[in-house]
């Protein structure tokens, strides 16, 4: 029985960016119903409706999104919002950020043979890491299910990830530090 959900979502994984990103979310499965609940709320305040929150798009009003022409005080009211469903119904967050150029001129290719070759990898490889050392600090004993954002199933960087996951579970105590066990709860699933 899965008792947390772990939400990562990855940032700067195309090729133009600088820097890759993994961030996410814990939370019992319980509060990310009522996370829902709350959320879709807060995409009907009248006056402030939008459909999908995409940062990016939220931040810098891209054109032709839904936040074109958005003041900043609406987006400040509205961010404000959304900030305080996270902090009242997830549990503990966590992010990690690489620059790629850093990763590339100063990791040996003989750890990336063993690490994962891809930076979004190497960023959850270590967001596990932290997961583990909040577990093991707070005595977490629940498994959890970990959902990313929508990766394809052949992409070099689902591979590695799943592999990071499959050395988590060969460790001794898996379900203590990371909250998997064979088979572990891992979906790469649309997040939108």
Same mark, same amino acid.
């Given at each position: 029985?899965?008792?947390?959900?772990?939400?990562?979502?990855?940032?700067?994984?195309?090729?133009?960016?600088?820097?890759?990103?993994?961030?996410?979310?814990?939370?019992?499965?319980?509060?990310?119903?009522?996370?829902?609940?709350?959320?879709? #709320?807060?995409? #009907?305040?009248?006056?402030?409706?939008?459909?999908?929150?995409?940062?990016?798009?939220?931040?810098?009003?891209k054109k032709e999104s839904e936040f074109e022409n958005w003041s900043y005080e609406k987006k400040? #009211?509205?961010?404000?919002?959304?900030?305080n469903i996270i902090k009242q119904r997830a549990s503990k967050g966590f992010c990690l950020c690489v620059k790629k150029k850093d990763y590339d001129d100063?990791?040996?290719?003989?750890?990336?043979?063993?690490?994962?070759?891809?930076?979004?990898?190497?960023?959850? #490889?270590?967001?596990?890491?932290?997961?583990?050392?909040?577990?093991?600090?707070?005595?977490?004993?629940?498994?959890?299910?970990?959902?990313?954002?929508?990766?394809?199933?052949?992409?070099?960087?689902?591979?590695?990830?799943?592999?990071?996951?499959?050395?988590?579970?060969?460790?001794?105590?898996?379900?203590?530090?990371?909250?998997?066990?064979?088979?572990?709860?891992?979906?790469?699933?649309?997040?939108?």
């Amino acid at each position: 029985m899965v008792a947390l959900t772990m939400y990562i979502d990855d940032s700067g994984t195309s090729p133009k960016n600088e820097v890759a990103v993994a961030a996410g979310w814990i939370a019992p499965i319980q509060e990310w119903k009522k996370f829902e609940r709350d959320w879709e #709320r807060a995409k #009907r305040v009248k006056g402030d409706e939008f459909s999908c929150f995409h940062m990016a798009e939220f931040a810098f009003g891209k054109k032709e999104s839904e936040f074109e022409n958005w003041s900043y005080e609406k987006k400040k #009211r509205v961010l404000t919002r959304l900030s305080n469903i996270i902090k009242q119904r997830a549990s503990k967050g966590f992010c990690l950020c690489v620059k790629k150029k850093d990763y590339d001129d100063l990791v040996p290719q003989e750890l990336r043979a063993a690490r994962g070759q891809d930076h979004y990898t190497w960023v959850v #490889r270590n967001v596990l890491g932290l997961i583990r050392k909040w577990r093991v600090a707070n005595k977490l004993r629940m498994p959890v299910e970990y959902i990313f954002d929508w990766i394809e199933p052949r992409e070099v960087r689902r591979k590695e990830i799943e592999n990071a996951f499959a050395m988590a579970e060969s460790e001794p105590n898996a379900l203590e530090l990371y909250g998997v066990h064979k088979p572990t709860q891992l979906s790469m699933s649309a997040m939108r």
